[in-house]
């Protein structure tokens, strides 16, 4: 469900009558404004006054922005109002970059706006060494991928013939 928008004048009724002691919650019920945008809405203009109220242009949070919030929301119990007062951005928005940051899918945080870098972008380098270590540590990791699935193999063949030896009565042997 898209997120529904309000105008500069009524968000500057709402900040002038919750400044003036009305709660956040009975203008949540007049004007259908979440009580948590209402106190986001406050502060932007405390901070930057009307200006702070007008539609933001999107911006690029750099991957560590995205990950430092993660981190305060998931390991320190930041709330998700005081992290997006402190960065400026919307609580939901930090909801998801906590839950993809659980995730381990950094990727995922990467802004994806000038199209997706692909990965053998990120890791090569000018250093022709380099990208030769690469290759070859590329190479390793298949290699040892195909152990790994043929060690698979061979312990559930070994697991299948002990339990029909386990069967006729016999003992398997140690070797």
């Given at each position: 469900?898209?997120?529904?928008t309000?105008?500069?004048e ?9 400044l ?7 203008l ?5 404004i ?5 106190i986001?809405y406050v502060?932007?203009y405390?901070?930057?006054?009307e200006?702070?109220?007008k539609p933001q242009?999107?911006?690029v949070?750099p991957?560590?922005?995205k ?6 929301y998931l390991?320190?119990?930041?709330s ?6 402190k960065?400026?951005v919307?609580r ?9 940051y659980?995730k381990n ?5 990467r ?6 870098r ?7 380098s000018k250093d022709k060494?380099?990208n030769?270590?690469?290759?070859e ?5 298949k290699?040892?991928?195909a152990e790994?699935?043929l060690l698979?193999k ?16 016999s003992?398997p042997?140690?070797?």
């Amino acid at each position: 469900m898209p997120k529904k928008t309000h105008s500069l004048e009524e968000k500057l009724i709402v900040v002038r009558r919750y400044l003036s002691g009305e709660s956040a919650t009975s203008l949540e019920h007049e004007y259908g404004i979440d009580h948590h945008d209402i106190i986001m809405y406050v502060n932007r203009y405390v901070r930057h006054g009307e200006e702070g109220l007008k539609p933001q242009v999107s911006k690029v949070t750099p991957l560590e922005v995205k990950i430092q919030a993660s981190r305060e929301y998931l390991e320190h119990c930041v709330s998700l109002s005081e992290l997006a007062d402190k960065y400026e951005v919307d609580r939901r928005t930090i909801r998801i970059w906590a839950q993809t940051y659980e995730k381990n899918d950094l990727e995922a945080l990467r802004d994806k706006r000038n199209g997706p870098r692909p990965i053998k972008h990120i890791y090569m380098s000018k250093d022709k060494t380099a990208n030769e270590t690469i290759k070859e540590l590329q190479e390793k990791v298949k290699d040892l991928e195909a152990e790994n699935a043929l060690l698979k193999k061979v312990k559930a063949l070994v697991e299948k013939r002990e339990a029909q030896l386990r069967e006729t009565g016999s003992k398997p042997s140690k070797n």
